[in-house]
């Protein structure tokens, strides 16, 4: 694992924690609220984990009576959802930790969800392969995430663009999350596209069944 883009990654989102919410905040309203519900929706079974929960948004989509374990990379992030659990009266249990490297036994939870955070985490494939390894064989993995458009001039367009994004903001735009998925040997269920060309889609994956880790 590239233990500098790590720590580069929790600087940039310690960076930019103060202002998140804001940046987002059309965005959240208009498109991800709704996308967050509809992942929320399909969410199966009992012991949940969060990974990059980032300023908590997820916290009030949180199905009734489940046990969530809510992690992230970045401290001024995770106080910020600390301080949404604390309004929202949820029993969520925060704790910072690297998606790359879960300190969770192997099969600890019933599914795992993520959203907006692979396009961020420095080695996606291994961090999809902790999550195969943490959620029970057979158990759901689910991710809201923007990706790279599978068009020639947009697609180069993004991957141009990439390098200045990173920098400024912390997320990569050209990820190729599906494939991604794969190569970490869980098995995808479904792909939603839920904005046009593909930019946003909701995946979800299951770890094989009688297998942990992938
Ligand atoms: C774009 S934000 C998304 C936050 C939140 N999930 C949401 O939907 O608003 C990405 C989050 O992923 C976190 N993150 C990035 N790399 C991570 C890693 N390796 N382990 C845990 N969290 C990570 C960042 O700190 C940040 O809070």
Redesign the pocket.
């Known amino acids: 694992m590239d233990d500098k883009a790590?720590i580069q990654?929790?600087s940039?989102?310690?960076r930019i924690?103060p202002v998140?919410d804001l940046m987002?905040a059309i965005v959240?309203r208009f498109a991800?609220r709704r996308w967050?519900e509809r992942l929320w929706s399909q969410v199966d079974g009992n012991r949940i984990l969060?990974?990059?929960?980032?300023?908590?948004?997820?916290i009030s989509h949180y199905p009734r009576g489940v046990q969530v374990t809510a992690?992230?990379?970045?401290d001024k992030?995770?106080e910020r959802a600390r301080r949404r659990a604390q309004e929202l009266d949820s029993e969520v249990d925060l704790r910072l930790?690297?998606?790359?490297r879960l300190a969770f036994p192997d099969a600890a939870f019933d599914a795992a969800v993520?959203?907006?955070?692979f396009?961020?985490?420095?080695?996606p494939v291994l961090?999809l392969r902790e999550l195969g390894r943490v959620v029970r064989p057979g158990g759901q993995i689910l991710l809201?995430e923007h990706v790279r458009v599978n068009k020639p001039v947009i697609g180069k367009l993004m991957d141009l663009l990439d390098p200045f994004v990173v920098r400024l903001?912390?997320?990569h735009i050209n990820r190729r999350t599906v494939e991604n998925v794969r190569k970490a040997g869980l098995e995808i269920e479904r792909v939603e596209e839920l904005a046009p060309g593909g930019l946003v889609k909701l995946i979800v994956a299951r770890t094989k069944q009688g297998q942990i880790g992938g």
């Open positions: 790590t990654t929790k940039r989102y310690n924690a998140y987002e959240e991800f967050r969060e990974v990059g929960v980032g300023t908590g948004k997820n992690v992230d990379l970045s992030m995770l930790m690297d998606a790359q993520a959203t907006f955070v396009c961020s985490v420095p080695d961090g809201l903001m912390g997320p």
